[in-house]
């Protein structure tokens, strides 16, 4: 996850945009020399998958969340699809953003 700021951002593809991120976590995405308004498919390299996997807490316990019970078979992602689920785990899937940019304040 990015930290609040601002930054430049594309997927690699033909738009280019400006990601703003809020303390709170909460972002938005404006034209960087383009005049439509770009959304976060846009700006998505869409080759590149990633999630965060954590453990799930059942009756106060926490899970055995491992790599090794991810299933092999679902790997390679397929463009734009969602990483798989793995038995134990939590999971929160990410869009992958190539920064170019970072804006700095004087």
């Not at 594309?10 to 709170?24: D, H, N, P, Q, Y």
């Not at 954590?54 to 092999?72: E, H, V, W």
């Not at 793995?86 to 929160?92: F, I, L, P, T, Y």
């Amino acid at each position: 996850p990015l930290s609040p700021g601002t930054y430049r951002v594309t997927g690699g593809r033909e738009m280019t945009a400006v990601l703003t991120i809020s303390s709170t976590g909460d972002w938005s995405l404006k034209p960087y020399g383009n005049t439509e308004t770009p959304s976060l498919y846009d700006v998505t390299h869409l080759p590149c998958r990633s999630a965060r996997y954590t453990p799930t807490s059942a009756g106060g316990k926490s899970s055995s969340c491992s790599p090794l019970k991810a299933n092999k078979s679902k790997f390679p992602v397929r463009p734009g699809g969602v990483m798989p689920s793995v038995s134990g785990c939590a999971k929160q899937d990410y869009a992958v953003l190539f920064v170019t940019g970072i804006a700095t304040s004087n």
